[in-house]
């Protein structure tokens, strides 16, 4: 069948938001003094902005951990 092949729709968001994630998180480390040197303003934008993706990311992962019984920290 071909649901066997294909990953669900919520699971595909929840690798890319975490992935975009890994990207900002990798971009404000490697520009920290240019995000330092932003106005109060700018930094608090910034701040809205990325705690909106972790907001949606850990939406998903509840979805998905009620779905499809995923939970991340079993591979450990």
């Known amino acids: ?3 066997d092949y294909l990953i669900a729709p919520s699971m595909v968001a929840l690798f ?3 992935i ?10 490697m520009n920290i003094k240019f995000f330092l040197k932003e106005t109060y303003f700018q930094k608090i934008v910034m701040l809205c902005l990325l705690s909106s993706t972790l907001a949606s990311h850990g ?3 509840l979805g998905n951990e009620k779905q499809y019984n995923f939970n991340p920290y079993t591979w450990i």
Do not use: N
């Open 1 to 3: 069948m071909l649901s």
């Open 59 to 61: 939406l998903l992962h």
């Open 16 to 18: 890319v938001t975490g």
């Open 20 to 29: 975009l994630i890994l990207i900002i998180i990798t971009l404000f480390l």
